[in-house]
């Protein structure tokens, strides 16, 4: 199973930038990924994902679409969340994530299968 490692996170006043980072001990070229979040008190929520390959198809919940940025570099094995204009509602820990079987979309969250520890977002008023 791969094991996934986030990094990135932090502290940040809203309207600012931050930009994750998730680091697969194997190969992800064939597998979509995606990030996901979770708030305290609530469900983990699926944030963006994209898909296998080149990453030509990336999907967005509507709360970031504009703001968030999924990218990924299959060469480094690395996956990346480019995440701007930040508000206090996005304050949660993120979770990289892939998808269980191969050549997926990565544009539903039940796709998902495997979890890194997590990396907290913190964005102040």
């Known amino acids: 199973q791969v094991q996934l490692v986030e990094s990135g996170g932090g502290l940040v006043q809203a309207g600012g930038s931050l930009r994750l980072s998730c680091a697969a001990s194997g190969r992800i070229s064939t597998y979509a990924m995606g990030w996901f979040r979770q708030a305290p008190g609530k469900e983990r929520e699926f944030v963006a994902g994209?898909?296998?390959?080149?990453?030509?198809?990336?999907y967005y919940r509507d709360s970031v679409e504009g703001r968030f940025t999924i990218s990924r570099d299959n060469a480094k094995n690395m996956v990346y969340l480019q995440m701007n204009s930040l508000k206090p509602e996005d304050t949660a820990i993120y979770y990289c994530s892939q998808e269980r079987m191969p050549y997926g979309l990565g544009n539903t969250q039940r796709g998902f299968g495997s979890w890194g520890q997590g990396t907290q977002v913190s964005v102040s008023s």
């Open positions: 994209i898909a296998w390959g080149g990453g030509r198809s990336a």
